[in-house]
């Protein structure tokens, strides 16, 4: 989950990944708890492992929240807890099979 808006600059608020292939939904706060088992989280933008809210700053007007899945040609990614967004995005260079995102804005 990242805020693209110009004053987050592509905030993270949420990178997780090796999501085994057959996982289909996630449950409500599995966040640093109920992972599917070999997921890993990433350090977000808050300095925190797992998943930091939404919290724009007052007078920024509505920022963009976008929710990314990517589906891989390779089971793993072999990066550590402190990988930044352009390290992860590097990473996954050759790698895409298909990709999903979902947006939505909030004030």
Request: overall charge positive.
């Amino acid at each position: 989950m990242v805020d693209p808006h110009p004053v987050a600059q592509n905030w993270v608020h949420w990178l997780v990944i090796t999501f085994p292939a057959n996982v289909t939904f996630l449950e409500e706060g599995a966040s640093r708890k109920k992972l599917p088992q070999g997921s890993m989280e990433l350090k977000n933008s808050f300095g925190d492992i797992g998943y930091g809210g939404p919290q724009p700053p007052k007078g920024t007007g509505d920022h963009p929240y976008v929710f990314t899945l990517h589906s891989l040609n390779v089971e793993k990614l072999d990066l550590g807890a402190n990988t930044s967004l352009s390290t992860f995005k590097k990473a996954l260079e050759g790698k895409i099979l298909g990709s999903a995102a979902l947006g939505r804005r909030r004030r």
